[in-house]
């Protein structure tokens, strides 16, 4: 079984920063994209950043030079620092990962429970 298990969300004043981590752990083959993904109450769920084992992201327009993910393969863990925080980024903040579990398998998708994120003044 595979858990992926998130932290760092919370309450910040519009204009602050948030770090999220979420570490993936289990039987782990592999992990190929890693990826944050939110979702606003109302809302559909939205990509936020995506990053491939090789370290190439890819990010949601609203959050462009304001977000950035990365990632520490050795331990499994997906990062997003977030920067000049907006009340319209409020939402729950959900990790996702593409985990092959032996040489053998394909990728399946796994997700976090999520991690709230609020910014209001």
């Known amino acids: 079984q595979v858990r992926l298990v998130e932290s760092g969300g919370g309450l910040v004043q519009p204009g602050g920063s948030l770090r999220l981590s979420c570490a993936t752990s289990g039987r782990i083959f592999s992990i190929n994209v890693m990826a944050w993904y939110r979702q606003a109450p109302g809302k559909e769920r939205e990509l936020v950043a995506r990053?491939?084992?090789?370290?190439?992201?890819r990010y949601a327009d609203s959050v462009k030079g304001r977000f950035t993910i990365s990632r520490d393969n050795a331990k499994n863990t997906v990062y997003l620092q977030m920067n000049s925080l907006k009340p319209e980024d409020t939402a729950v903040y959900y990790c996702n990962a593409h985990v092959r579990t032996s040489y053998s398998d394909y990728d399946h998708d796994y997700w976090g429970q999520g991690t709230q994120v609020t910014v209001s003044s």
């Open positions: 990053i491939t084992s090789g370290g190439s992201s």
